[in-house]
């Protein structure tokens, strides 16, 4: 292994842990608010008992959330200290305004938020929750539209061997980075919705707190439902987009070799990269992958045997990682009809219902990751799409020390996933307070 891959398979599984975090942050402190919002309006204390249990359960993964992500940044100064050097006046500054007026303003109105239940005014106590979603939020934003960048750099010029910023309201504008943040965050709050009902499901097959978890249930299920539609449509959208901006990115999600109009879409396939086809295919539905990248079914879709080699994505890993997001998004609806026909039923019940909810709680955590490893491995062999490769942006450093500190990542992030990982079981199966 060398340094390249040494550095690439260190952010890759550093960012990989950091994502099981940020979804549920996302998604779970609206659900939060929305829950202290109707005790607020109502006076029913269920509410405000429910805004505890499932703020406890925010707060646990928020405090890993943030150790995970610190790393995160230094290791553009560390191990892509040449992509740094490159792009550090147009990524810098969005990751400086991500700390400094979101992520502050998150952490204090947290803190806010955790020792003012008996000292603010109920109405001023949601508002501090609101803060805290709406901040968190709005830092997922920023991160985005820095990603945003490397996928469809706009806003840029070349001068002095770097990418300078040229128009900073283009690098904020980037229609991209802004599809690309809906697409993330409808599915963190559909997979906020999963992890509720999930858990409610647990609870009310043994038969506790029903009024208490039939209430969380409902709420869940709504978030479920419709963000997980929500993200679908989304989604078809950031299909349009990468089809104009990423051609290649597209061929290798659909491991599409030929460029042809009406371009058809197959149920089965299987990649074959070294004979630049599939070795598998069948289930022709003509012209779908036009419709699906252009929304005409006569659109010409081009093919990777369009693109030079050295420039196509790593086809199969991109290919098998799109099947597996779209498998487990289609999913998610399914089985956000059935919680949400069942809220209004005794869902208690229902336990076949209630069973297959809580298995599906990994669902969107792994329809999530999938839908990252299709944004950064189909991006590939470029680190800025079109103006650095991922090769050129590596830090020169010793083969050793990365692979030293590769191991040692390996070893804290498992640690903190598994922390996280037990400390929301501990406290999901508690009964509220």
Not at 190 to 218: C, E, P, Y
Request: aromatic share 14%; glycine share 6%; net charge positive.
């Amino acid at each position: 292994m060398d340094v390249l891959l040494l550095s690439r398979l260190q952010f890759a599984f550093a960012t990989f842990i950091h994502f099981i975090f940020v979804p549920l942050t996302l998604g779970l402190s609206f659900i939060v608010a929305v829950m202290e919002t109707k005790y607020v309006r109502t006076g029913d204390e269920t509410y405000k008992k429910m805004a505890k249990f499932w703020g406890k359960l925010f707060l646990i993964n928020f405090a890993l959330g943030v150790v995970t992500g610190l790393t995160l940044e230094f290791q553009f100064g560390t191990n892509w200290s040449r992509y740094s050097t490159f792009v550090g006046d147009i990524f810098g500054s969005l990751l400086a305004i991500e700390a400094t007026a979101a992520f502050f303003l998150e952490s204090t109105f947290v803190a806010v938020w955790v020792f003012g239940w008996k000292k603010l005014s109920p109405k001023f106590h949601a508002t501090c929750i609101w803060i805290v979603a709406f901040a968190a939020n709005l830092s997922a934003l920023w991160i985005i539209l820095a990603n945003g960048f490397m996928q469809h750099p706009v806003g840029y010029v070349i001068q002095n061997g770097r990418a300078e910023l040229a128009s900073f309201t283009d690098v904020i504008t980037n229609g991209y980075a802004w599809n690309e943040f809906f697409h993330t965050i409808t599915g963190s709050w559909a997979l906020a919705g999963f992890f509720v009902v999930g858990i409610s499901s647990w609870h009310l097959l043994r038969k506790q707190n029903i009024d208490f978890f039939t209430k969380s249930f409902r709420i869940g299920a709504a978030f479920a439902l419709i963000f997980a539609l929500v993200v679908a449509l989304v989604g078809h959208r950031q299909g349009n987009i990468v089809a104009e901006v990423q051609p290649a990115k597209l061929a290798a999600m659909e491991s599409h070799w030929e460029t042809q109009p009406n371009a058809p879409m197959y149920l089965v396939q299987v990649p074959d990269p070294e004979n630049e086809g599939n070795s598998i295919q069948f289930g022709k539905i003509p012209s779908i992958l036009s419709i699906m990248a252009f929304n005409n079914p006569s659109a010409v879709v081009k093919g990777l045997k369009d693109f030079p080699k050295q420039d196509r994505p790593p086809v199969t890993l991109t290919f098998s990682a799109f099947r597996l997001m779209v498998g487990l998004g289609t999913l998610m609806i399914i089985v956000g009809i059935l919680a949400f026909i069942a809220r209004h039923q005794p869902v208690e019940s229902s336990t076949k219902l209630l069973k297959l909810f809580v298995w599906c709680i990994p669902v969107p955590y792994l329809a999530l990751q999938a839908g990252w490893a299709v944004a950064e491995v189909g991006r590939q062999p470029w680190i800025v799409y079109g103006i650095m490769r991922t090769k050129d942006a590596v830090s020169p450093l010793a083969t050793s020390q990365v692979a030293i500190s590769l191991a040692a990542f390996f070893v804290v992030y498992i640690l903190l996933a598994a922390i996280d990982i037990f400390l929301l079981a501990k406290y999901a199966r508690k009964q509220p307070a």
